[in-house]
């Protein structure tokens, strides 16, 4: 990977740290372990693809050899499952305006200027979607998270590149690049246009982001900070070498970022506001709230969803989302005092970010989860979620250090991923799979695996 190819395109700071890196030593696999040679050879792919995420030159996850087999019946539930929850999505945009059920229940808006942006945005569908699923008893997926603001895509994408292709799931890359190419905002007397994803000064997705620009054939992107943005004197958004960008990938979240960089978020908004920029996915973050999944089981979903959902739908839906009920404190009162061993809860933000606001009962000690449940019961936006009964896959990765193979049974977390094809229908592209010891915050973590579903034999 040559810096000048994408060193342009590139704004963060450590471009030849990432080119450094790309040179970094690689594993060695020890004498006559087929296995370790396998995943040391899956480990100079990621590494020569830049596959990074926390510290650069090195495969910041355990690297297994080969992809797991996820049965067809599987994959074809997940699709259904996506077909069903992008059907209730887009009930809850058509109403919400109108529901004082629904804007209570999601606590929406968070703030002005999403209120704003939802009417602006209100009809425009989302391109892509990711689900976060956990295998109740190791074989029913439950949905734990719906994200329309997700990280992984690059990742996902440079597993597929490592493990090989799979029949029936298309990839990220080719999906992702039609929804650009569907979407930007072509600048008037110019063939093509600029897109750009945009994160925080030191992004953890950065280096992900720029697997994904580096591998586009038809469309540009530029990786970059938000800071980077300069407002033109005709309303639009410029980077700091002159060049106007017409579609932004965002990845941050309301009302956050109106509350920590005002000033940087507020010509982003004036920019849509003017129609000089599109964003790829619409600012829908109140879709992606966990109190959400808590409108499945209100004991009024029956009357306030039954104007887009029949009742079948709506039990499908309490079959695929966990008991997840809004912390109120009536609902806080019963789990208060539990012991640890019945407190087979999660207390989750509506809103949050990289499981910042995430405790589960049962790795806390009795203060501390009293603590948590009086923190959301005085925050009010917070939401109660049943554990999911999940059972331990057994993996073997490579001890880079050694050379060997080792052995753990982890938690596994199905993510899949949906855009929008040119018909209009949600397509599941493809599946990244993260397992780790501990049952939660896997996402990203150095002692996890992630890897793609691998084809069927």
Excluded at 96 to 113: I, M, N, T, V
Excluded at 278 to 302: F, I, M, S, T
Excluded at 390 to 414: A, C, F, H, N
Excluded at 433 to 451: E, F, N, W, Y
């Amino acid at each position: 990977m040559e810096m000048e190819s994408w060193k342009d395109d590139y704004l963060y700071g450590d471009v030849e740290e990432v080119q450094r890196a790309l040179q970094a030593p690689r594993p060695t696999a020890a004498p006559r372990d087929p296995w370790a040679a396998l995943s040391c050879e899956r480990w100079e792919s990621l590494i020569r693809q830049g596959a990074f995420f926390k510290a650069l030159g090195r495969v910041n996850w355990r690297v297994v050899p080969d992809a797991p087999r996820i049965p067809v019946s599987l994959l074809d539930e997940i699709r259904q499952m996506g077909t069903l929850l992008e059907a209730f999505l887009r009930g809850l945009e058509k109403h919400l305006k109108e529901s004082a059920f629904l804007r209570r229940e999601l606590g929406f808006p968070a703030c002005p200027q999403e209120e704003m942006i939802w009417e602006l945005e209100r009809w425009k569908p989302l391109e892509m979607i990711r689900l976060d699923l956990a295998m109740e008893k190791g074989e029913h997926p439950r949905v734990l998270e719906i994200q329309v603001v997700m990280g992984g895509l690059g990742i996902t994408h440079a597993l597929r590149q490592t493990y090989g292709p799979h029949p029936s799931l298309p990839g990220i890359l080719p999906m992702y690049e039609k929804c650009l190419k569907r979407n930007l905002l072509t600048p008037e007397g110019s063939e093509s246009g600029l897109a750009a994803v945009l994160g925080a000064k030191r992004s953890a997705y950065r280096h992900e982001h720029l697997l994904l620009a580096r591998n586009l054939s038809a469309v540009r992107l530029v990786v970059a900070p938000l800071l980077a943005l300069n407002p033109t004197t005709q309303g639009g958004l410029a980077l700091p070498d002159g060049r106007e960008v017409n579609l932004i990938h965002r990845l941050f979240r309301s009302p956050g970022v109106f509350r920590s960089l005002g000033e940087k978020a507020k010509i982003v908004l004036e920019a849509l506001l003017q129609n000089k920029i599109r964003l790829l996915n619409p600012w829908k973050d109140v879709l992606e709230d966990k109190r959400v999944l808590a409108l499945v089981h209100h004991p009024e979903a029956g009357e306030h969803l039954g104007s887009f959902m029949d009742s079948r739908q709506i039990q499908m839906l309490r079959t695929y989302i966990p008991a997840t009920w809004r912390a109120t404190p009536q609902s806080i009162f019963p789990i208060l005092n539990l012991p640890t061993s019945q407190r087979t809860y999660y207390l989750k933000k509506g809103r949050s970010y990289e499981s910042r606001a995430l405790f589960h009962g049962r790795q806390l000690s009795s203060r501390q989860w009293q603590a948590a449940c009086l923190k959301a019961k005085a925050e009010g936006d917070w939401v109660i979620q049943k554990e999911v009964d999940s059972r331990p896959w057994e993996w073997k990765y490579l001890d880079p250090s050694s050379g060997t193979m080792r052995t753990m049974e982890g938690y596994v977390r199905l993510c899949p991923f949906f855009f929008r094809d040119s018909e209009g229908r949600m397509k599941l592209a493809d599946i990244l799979i993260t397992s780790r010891a501990q049952s939660s915050r896997v996402h990203g973590a150095t002692d996890a695996v992630l890897i793609v579903p691998g084809a069927q034999c």
